[in-house]
């Protein structure tokens, strides 16, 4: 297997009792690109991450990721070998602090979860201070993470994911509810990211300057089926692509 | 002297509630010693039963199993093999422990009301092997006889060693709680979906506090049996596994102390109650509806509410 | 093992399972609509033979006196369950699991001693008509002419509940209800008066199971606590809010406990719950149940 390849589906397809939901989908991510799979509502797009990180079971295909095939495997491995993702509605822990939030995903990947007689309190504290720093929610650590706004919220998500250490991080429309100025940091936050230290991002959008200003590379998903795949400017001018994106302006 | 009084802001109502019932013994009546020394087994046991309810977020409807086999190990060594008490409580706590762990495996498996039955089934199983296996447990006889040795035998003194055991036990569980393994825990209640994306293998987290509960639970039962002089199968009974939940609602299942000032309550009120009349199921059942309807969070929810307490928890680790 | 003494255990197991039926049958519509696990339900059964027993003694001189208690006791108890529902448990149907949990737990400890003051520690014992004191002969085996009036009673509340949910207007709601709470709503019928009646209708059947079981045995205190948790064994086994899966479920535990017995006396009561267990880890929503609900 091709090393460079970082994340590769084969065949892949997932339906829900009668209805199909994604068709022999074939993928491949390079590793340390900045990747985005685009489509109208109800592609797949969402599915297509579920079944990539174990949150269902595929109904036929494969997963490979590094080389490795993870095809069905359980959420907790997946998320433990660097294959993390952000949700596109936010999936924090709404009665912990903001603070606690990221030291908790901090002590998962740290392995120190089984310890029993330290107060977590002395564990994590310089990295859980330097992530919130990095993600811009330093100023809400004690707050209980379930009053936070939507886009503050957003950026805990993202916390979370980066805290586990991914060499792939799957973000699930990253920028939604965020203002312009948030959505800007973000986004050049997960391109440093990339840039120091090889992170290879593949994220779905709505927001086409966040997908042109971003993206090296789009696929497009319609109705369960790749219909599309190249640089931005290359779908852009693909007619297929346009066609499921009919009356939108791509 | 900067981190004695840090200390001592931190768990000023733990520090307080302790210094109580050091002096407790000289200033009431035996009857009332004994009911105090109720109030600390059981307390454990509610602070036991805490772990997986309050602090993972699932109802288990039958830890009085795990009650009740520490009950009975303790019992049986006492009476049968004559083992001294002290060697008793850590055998109690590993069979209880291995106990947790055989129907643990199981129960883990499910969440919601399903796990709660489960749990219920499991309680009652073990129910009925104490009730109906004569030979080995003396059914529904129980078994009597069994002593504390001779310098716990008078009320205070079981009580002053009930208060050592508990206090200690009640240490080891709140550095647990305050330890990643109980953020953890928290982490499962509050969004166990979150957890496993973050590598968190949620089904082994579960069945480990699963066993550390029953563990506990399990010590609390071995130090009633020669409390009470005697252990019976209805220790296992749904209704035992019932109060537990009761103490840890009344009380406030999200603050540590909750389960122990709940058992304070529940006990004081049925010791007061049976009293003077014989209708105690009645009154728990009106106090238990009082408190379910109108406490919310129970007693520390009530408190918490009221700005008495400015941290999350009593004895919560600040964050900076 | 002779056929007949065989036959005469089924028989006693057919009993038991069918008057397991009735009292589980409410507790199962009751939490397959409402998601309510009734911990009383038990309770209410008990004082259906309670007032079942008093108003025979009122009748006792005439032979009918049991045969017109019954429907009377259920009647009765169905009114108590109403303003039950209409009290206390229509607060808790929005509350979490263990505040629902506690409430009934609370409401079976009240009503155990409302029964205490009512009627005293002393047994009740209903002297039965004349026409069922006999044993009737059935392949040669003597069985208690009492039991054919239970399975009767059994399988036409079985009858009845299965022609009310499948062929009635108000059985049909009661079924989407089962489906889908908030579709039932949306469609403008009114959901708490849908609770209290099911509730009502489930009590009905605990009364008339409590009528049928007075003349069983003896009425005493604490019958309750017994059967609650194997009536939730039989809701388990068959799946909650299935008719079909609460007969099957409580045929099973009836039968098995019937012939268990006979070669593991102690551990009969043990195999149940081994079962119930083994239900619960392999297909959590029982035999019949639907994976929908949770």
């Known amino acids: 297997m091709n090393d460079d390849i970082i994340l590769k589906t084969d065949h892949l397809s997932k339906s829900f009792f009668k209805y199909q939901v994604l068709t022999d989908v074939n993928y491949q991510l390079k590793r340390g690109e900045i990747a985005a799979i685009i489509g109208p509502n109800g592609a797949g797009k969402s599915t297509f991450f579920n079944l990539v990180t174990g949150y269902h079971t595929v109904s036929g295909g494969h997963v490979f990721f590094r080389g490795q095939e993870i095809t069905n495997w359980a959420r907790h491995k997946i998320a433990r070998i660097g294959l993390t993702r952000a949700f596109q509605v936010s999936n924090i822990y709404p009665k912990l602090t903001t603070y606690e939030n990221v030291r908790q995903s901090i002590l998962a990947q740290l392995k120190k979860t089984l310890n029993f007689f330290t107060p977590a309190s002395k564990f994590a504290r310089n990295e859980t201070l330097e992530l919130l720093k990095i993600t811009g929610i330093s100023g809400f650590r004690n707050t209980e993470a379930g009053i936070l706004s939507q886009g503050d919220k957003k950026k805990l998500e993202l916390a979370l994911a980066l805290a586990s250490k991914p060499d792939l991080l799957l973000l699930d429309e990253p920028t939604a509810g965020m203002s312009s100025e948030e959505t800007h940091e973000t986004m050049q936050l997960v391109k440093q990211l990339n840039k120091d230290i090889g992170l290879t991002i593949l994220f779905t959008e709505h927001d086409i300057s966040v997908i042109f200003g971003y993206a090296q590379k789009l696929s497009v998903l319609h109705q369960g089926v790749l219909v599309a795949e190249g640089t931005p400017e290359e779908v852009r001018q693909n007619k297929e692509a346009q066609a499921c994106y009919l009356g939108e302006e791509i | 002297m900067d981190k004695k009084n840090s200390f001592l802001k931190r768990f000023w109502l733990p520090a307080l509630l302790f210094f109580i019932a050091l002096i407790l013994p000289l200033v009431v009546a035996e009857f009332w010693v004994h009911v105090f020394n109720e109030i600390l087994i059981l307390g454990l046991f509610a602070a036991a039963f805490n772990l997986i309810f309050g602090y993972m977020g699932q109802l288990s409807f039958g830890q009085a199993a795990y009650y009740g086999i520490g009950a009975y190990t303790t019992g049986l060594l006492m009476v049968k093999l004559q083992w001294p008490l002290f060697a008793c409580l850590p ?99 509050d969004n166990t979906e979150r957890t496993e994306f973050i590598g968190i293998n949620v089904q082994r987290y579960m069945l480990i506090n699963f066993v550390i509960s029953g563990m506990f639970c399990g010590l609390a039962g071995a130090l009633w049996g020669p409390f009470n002089r005697s252990v019976a199968p209805d220790l296992s009974s749904w209704q035992n596994s019932g109060h537990p939940v009761f103490m840890a609602v009344m009380g406030g299942p999200h603050h540590f102390l909750g389960p122990m000032i709940g058992s304070v309550i529940f006990t004081f009120l049925n010791a007061f109650v049976t009293g003077f009349t014989e209708y105690w199921p009645l009154v728990s059942g009106v106090v238990m509806i009082i408190v379910v309807l109108l406490m919310p969070g129970g007693l520390f929810g009530i408190i918490k509410s009221k700005g008495y307490f400015s941290s999350r928890d009593v004895g919560d680790v600040k964050n900076e | 093992m002779e056929f007949t003494f065989l036959f005469s255990q089924f028989m006693s197991g057919l009993t038991y399972g069918l008057m397991l039926f009735l009292v589980a049958s409410g507790l199962s519509l009751i939490f397959g609509v409402m998601n309510i696990l009734n911990f009383a339900h038990a309770t209410f059964w008990l004082i259906g033979a309670y007032i079942c027993f008093t108003f025979w003694s009122l009748m006792e001189a005439h032979q009918f006196a049991l045969w017109v208690s019954i429907p009377l006791a259920a009647l009765a108890t169905a009114a108590f369950g109403w303003f039950c529902e209409i009290v206390l448990i229509k607060r808790i149907y929005k509350r979490e699991l ?28 209903i002297v039965r008509p004349s026409i069922i004191q006999k044993p009737l002969f059935l392949f040669g085996a003597p069985i208690d002419s009492y039991f054919i009036f239970v399975i009767l009673m059994g399988f036409a509340v079985a009858l009845g509940l299965w022609w009310f949910l499948k062929y009635t207007k108000y059985g049909h709601i009661v079924k989407a209800a089962v489906f889908s709470r908030e579709m039932v709503g949306a469609l403008g019928i009114p959901i708490p008066k849908i609770y209290t009646w099911v509730f009502t209708l489930g009590i009905f059947i605990a009364g008339l199971a409590g009528g049928v ?47 268990a017995i006979l070669f593991w006396p102690d551990g009969a009561m043990v195999l149940i719950f081994v079962i119930t267990a083994a239900i619960l880890i392999i297909k959590p929503w029982g035999l019949f149940g639907t994976p929908l609900r949770a």
């Open chain 2, 91 to 189: 055998v109690s706590m590993i069979t209880a422990g291995i106990g947790a762990l055989i129907l643990g495996y199981f129960c883990v498996k499910l969440r919601g009301i399903y796990f709660a039955i489960l749990t219920m089934a499991f309680g009652q199983l073990v129910f009925f092997i104490l009730f109906q296996w004569y030979s080995f447990t003396g059914g529904d006889n129980g078994l009597q006889g069994i002593n504390p040795p001779v310098w716990l035998f008078k009320a205070n003194a079981y009580y002053y060693f009930s208060l050592a055991v508990v206090t200690i036990g009640m240490i080891a569980l709140y550095f647990i709680t305050e330890s990643p393994f109980g953020y953890t825990l928290r982490a499962i209640r």
């Open chain 3, 98 to 125: 263990h505040e629902q949990l506690l409430i009934t737990y609370a409401m079976a400890l009240i009503l155990g001693d409302l029964i205490k003051i009512i009627w005293g520690p002393t047994d009740r014992l």
């Open chain 3, 213 to 259: 079981q007075s003349a069983i045995g003896s009425v005493t205190l604490g019958m309750d606590t017994n059967i609650i948790i194997q009536a939730f064994c039989v809701v388990v086994i068959g799946g909650f809010g299935s008719l079909m899966g609460t007969l099957v479920g409580s045929l099973i535990v009836g039968e098995v406990f019937s012939f």
